[in-house]
């Protein structure tokens, strides 16, 4: 190459200056390259193993069986129960979640000695693993060392020790406390700074108007706050649906399949049932499911915000 031709990344450089469109594009590319590899290729790839007998222990037999994987799955004793579960686990968690978060964010609302400290307090189990907060969560449920059974026998409530995460009357129950638990900073952290931005002349124009508490948050602050609220709930009901971490640290979906949800369920299927077919099903059932919801959900409240008008 003699001295005088640009190089590459001159080339390159000169085209970046001159054309904006060219910048841009080759700004995105990385961007796009990498969604198209790890986002949309196995989302894909995953439609079509749905289609298919794909077990990992004999990749020789990969072969279409149309809708068989499904047909299996709506036949399978274990789907059927991790169906229930699934809805339990989300608006159980997700209603509960959403009360308890409102009512700290709004007593973080206000001003008071050692709101800092609080606050650190309350948004910390955020910032952990939901597996990390199954681990904790395994701890104090366990029936012989566990700090619940050790309270509830001090108090008298309990005469013996429960065997929370063993016996299937009381698993299920134990891993939505601890979701609820664990979700109650996202809500708390999302609805204070909403709290925060309502304007205070609205609360003295209320004052003067006579209203109460109760008047200026049903009238004032849930009106003002309700684009956050629909969209922490939508948001957070998908997380719930799609997030088994918390069921995996606690009971890793037992005892005898109790408290299975379709996304650990299909995640038993890859982990110790090599069925990718089987789990690729359940996984597109899932997406079908949480589209159907996310326009239920916006469609009912658009149609509340224009009943406003």
Request: overall charge positive; aromatic content about 16%.
């Amino acid at each position: 190459m003699k001295d005088d031709q640009p190089s590459i990344i001159g080339r390159v450089q000169a085209s970046y200056r001159n054309s904006p469109r060219g910048f841009i594009f080759f700004s995105l590319l990385p961007t796009v390259v990498l969604m198209l590899v790890f986002t949309y290729y196995p989302f894909l790839r995953g439609i079509v193993m749905a289609f298919q007998n794909y077990q990992l222990f004999d990749l020789t037999n990969v072969h279409f069986i149309g809708f068989d994987n499904f047909k299996h799955m709506f036949e399978d004793a274990k789907f059927k129960h991790a169906s229930i579960n699934s809805i339990y686990w989300v608006f159980i968690s997700l209603i509960l979640q959403f009360t308890i978060g409102l009512t700290v964010a709004l007593l973080l609302n206000k001003r008071f000695r050692g709101r800092g400290i609080f606050q650190g307090f309350v948004f910390y189990p955020w910032a952990l693993s939901g597996f990390l907060i199954g681990l904790i969560w395994k701890w104090m449920f366990n029936s012989q060392i566990g700090v619940i059974n050790d309270l509830l026998l001090r108090t008298g409530i309990i005469h013996e020790r429960i065997g929370f995460l063993s016996d299937p009357n009381w698993a299920m129950t134990s891993v939505i406390v601890a979701n609820i638990w664990y979700g109650i900073a996202f809500f708390a952290i999302m609805l204070l700074a909403a709290l925060q931005s309502v304007p205070s002349e609205l609360y003295e124009a209320g004052s003067m108007d006579g209203a109460n508490g109760a008047r200026k948050l049903i009238n004032i602050t849930m009106p003002y706050i309700m684009p956050t609220v629909i969209t922490t709930t939508l948001l957070r009901a998908i997380w719930i649906f799609n997030d088994p971490s918390i069921i995996y640290g606690l009971t890793n979906g037992g005892p005898a399949g109790s408290t299975h949800i379709l996304s650990s369920l299909m995640l038993d299927k890859i982990m110790y049932g090599g069925d990718y077919g089987a789990a690729s099903a359940i996984g597109i059932l899932m997406i079908g499911i949480l589209m159907l919801y996310t326009i239920f959900y916006l469609t009912v409240t658009r149609s509340e915000k224009m009943g406003d008008f």
